[in-house]
């Protein structure tokens, strides 16, 4: 295992390839403006749906369970394996980065089969997919009536004309999201936060503060499957039309759940801060969003750091 791991590195950084997330556009069908009008259609049409994306991190772990569980291993198997294109083979998984950046808990790599099977189905849910990683194919057959759309045209709405947020105005729209407090303060200050006042229109907002399970953060569940269900049981009860969801491994699980409630989910994940004005250092850094910073933004509150919390994407969230 160590030495296949070697031979890789080698050929990877050896023909000027990168190890980690393969980016890829090719499944994408609309783009931009397109993508951003078709997500406005079908939230005008008040019937359920789901909008997401595969986190980076959750997406590699489902692959890699998929390639841990193949009977026999192809020529081509292996090529893969060396070129960065194909994430593990046989051995054993590890699930740090699941753990750590995701909120997945126990850290027991016996338990990604569960994980692989809630995930799964709610891969199949999905009727709009922010595409952009080349590992999706994995799930192609799952996703074959789901439209792709690029990521700018679904997390980035202030970018275009008739942004798609304009189709919650008047419904009651749930936000689930560690940053509740910043959302709502944000919320109240709506007008002053994008000039486009169509990005943050007038509606009911309801905030629903998920469970926070990053970097090994104790919680009183005994795993994720549990502190999931809590969730689902919570939200349930809510009276909502709308959930804009991002809340880590949680999310499109979440997005999935809200959808087979006959509501509408759109799985911002960490761009929703974003909507609603709260930098973070992800966006300090990309000229094309920190560009529409004001004086009305604002970061989110100490008190939202979790233990380690730089330790996440060196604090991108922050």
């Given at each position: 295992m ?5 031979i890789?590195?080698l ?13 890829y ?10 993508a951003?009008?078709?997500i ?5 049409s008040?019937?359920?749906?789901m909008?997401a994306?595969f986190?980076?991190i959750?997406l590699?772990a489902?692959?890699?369970?998929l390639c ?12 893969d394996y060396f070129?960065g294109e194909?994430p593990?083979l046989?051995?054993?998984?590890k699930i740090?980065s699941?753990?750590?950046?995701a909120g ?5 790599s ?12 709610a891969i ?7 595409s952009?990683i080349?590992?999706e194919?994995?799930?192609?057959q799952?996703?074959?009536?789901s439209v792709?759309v ?6 980035a709405p202030?970018?275009?004309n ?5 189709k919650?105005e008047?419904?009651k729209?749930?936000v ?19 000039s486009?006042t169509?990005?943050l229109p007038?509606f009911?907002l309801?905030?629903?503060k998920p469970?926070?399970s990053?970097?090994?953060k104790?919680?009183e569940?005994?795993n994720?499957?549990?502190a999931?269900?809590?969730?689902q049981s919570?939200?349930?009860?809510i009276?909502?039309?709308?959930a804009?969801?991002?809340c880590?491994?949680y999310?499109l699980?979440l ?6 409630l006959?509501?509408q989910?759109?799985h ?6 974003v909507l609603?004005g709260?930098k973070?250092k992800?966006w300090?850094?990309?000229?094309q ?6 004086d009305h933004?604002?970061?989110?509150g100490?008190n939202?750091?979790v ?7 060196n604090g991108?969230?922050?």
């Amino acid at each position: 295992m160590v030495i296949f791991r070697i031979i890789r590195k080698l050929i990877v950084y050896g023909t000027g390839r990168k190890e980690g997330t393969k980016l890829y556009d090719g499944y994408v069908q609309l783009n931009g403006q397109e993508a951003n009008d078709y997500i406005s259609k079908i939230i005008a049409s008040q019937k359920p749906v789901m909008v997401a994306k595969f986190g980076t991190i959750e997406l590699n772990a489902l692959v890699s369970h998929l390639c841990n569980k193949q009977e026999s291993y192809s020529l081509k198997d292996y090529v893969d394996y060396f070129r960065g294109e194909k994430p593990t083979l046989w051995w054993k998984i590890k699930i740090d980065s699941l753990c750590s950046n995701a909120g997945f808990f126990p850290n027991d790599s016996s338990l990604l089969e569960n994980f692989y099977q809630v995930y799964h189905q709610a891969i199949k849910n999905i009727d709009v997919l922010g595409s952009y990683i080349y590992n999706e194919k994995y799930f192609a057959q799952d996703l074959v009536n789901s439209v792709k759309v690029d990521l700018d045209g679904y997390y980035a709405p202030f970018l275009y004309n008739r942004p798609w947020t304009k189709k919650l105005e008047g419904r009651k729209v749930l936000v689930i999201h560690p940053f509740i407090d910043e959302i709502k303060r944000q919320y109240a200050n709506r007008e002053k936060i994008w000039s486009d006042t169509d990005v943050l229109p007038n509606f009911e907002l309801l905030t629903y503060k998920p469970i926070v399970s990053m970097l090994d953060k104790k919680t009183e569940f005994k795993n994720w499957f549990e502190a999931l269900e809590k969730m689902q049981s919570d939200i349930k009860k809510i009276d909502f039309d709308v959930a804009i969801i991002g809340c880590g491994a949680y999310g499109l699980p979440l997005a999935s759940f809200v959808k087979n409630l006959g509501k509408q989910s759109i799985h911002l994940a960490g761009w929703t801060q974003v909507l609603f004005g709260i930098k973070g250092k992800r966006w300090d850094d990309l000229p094309q969003i920190s560009k529409f910073y004001n004086d009305h933004w604002i970061r989110p509150g100490q008190n939202t750091k979790v233990e380690g919390f730089t330790k996440i994407e060196n604090g991108c969230y922050w």
